[in-house]
């Protein structure tokens, strides 16, 4: 029961039961024929406040924030900076998710086009191992990437249509300079050995 008038101060006639008052918790519950009842005085408990109330507005003040002994005033100029704060926390915090997102998006486009340059390798009978395609790789991308990003940022005629075919060109870019490095890492070891 919860009563705040004072009309019902006690779980007489009830076998379980909590009762809320305004000053007092009373729990009351029987357990193997005896009846226990635990009583709580609230008047002890220290609640620290929150309370709002309107600001003076010849101040400024939009708001008062009560909380405990600290007293907040909330002006306009206090909300703009507070926003100004967190557009740049969640700026920041955007940034560096992207900049992860696009770090692990490419460190994943080299490890499956590292599989690509395996093949490449074998059939132009270069002896390269994994480490150094996977080096290639990681070079070879470099451009691609770079080409995206002005594609991106800068006003290209055609863009749109560009921007469609994109994904293919990337990938037969990328796949050129993959094929170029291997054979150009064949080649020298060829003149080192010879």
């Keep these: 029961m919860l009563d705040t008038t004072g009309k019902i101060v006690s779980l007489d006639g009830y076998k379980n039961g909590i009762l809320i008052t305004k000053d007092k918790v009373i729990f009351k519950a029987a357990e193997g ?19 709002v109330k309107s600001g003076d507005a010849q101040r400024g003040e939009l708001l008062h924030l009560t909380i405990g002994k600290k007293i907040l005033s909330i002006t306009k100029n206090s909300i703009d900076k507070a926003g100004n704060v967190i557009s ?3 700026f920041a915090i955007m940034v560096l998710f992207m900049f992860g997102l696009f770090l692990n998006t490419k460190l994943f ?3 499956i086009f590292s599989l690509v340059s395996l093949i490449i390798n074998s059939l132009s009978s270069g002896r390269l191992k994994y480490v150094y395609l996977l080096n290639i790789g990681t070079y070879a991308i470099t451009v691609p990437t770079v080409v995206s990003v002005f594609l ?13 075919l994109w994904p293919l060109f990337y990938i037969l870019l990328y796949l050129v300079f993959l094929y170029l490095a291997i ?12």
Excluded: H, M, N
């Design 33 to 51: 024929g005896r009846t226990k009842v635990e009583e709580y005085d609230l008047s002890k408990v220290k609640i620290s406040p929150f309370i």
């Design 88 to 90: 740049l926390l969640v």
């Design 109 to 111: 486009q080299i490890f």
């Design 152 to 164: 991106i940022l800068f006003p290209v005629t055609g863009k749109q249509t560009l921007l469609k």
């Design 183 to 194: 054979v150009r890492c064949k080649q020298a070891e060829e003149s080192q050995a010879a």
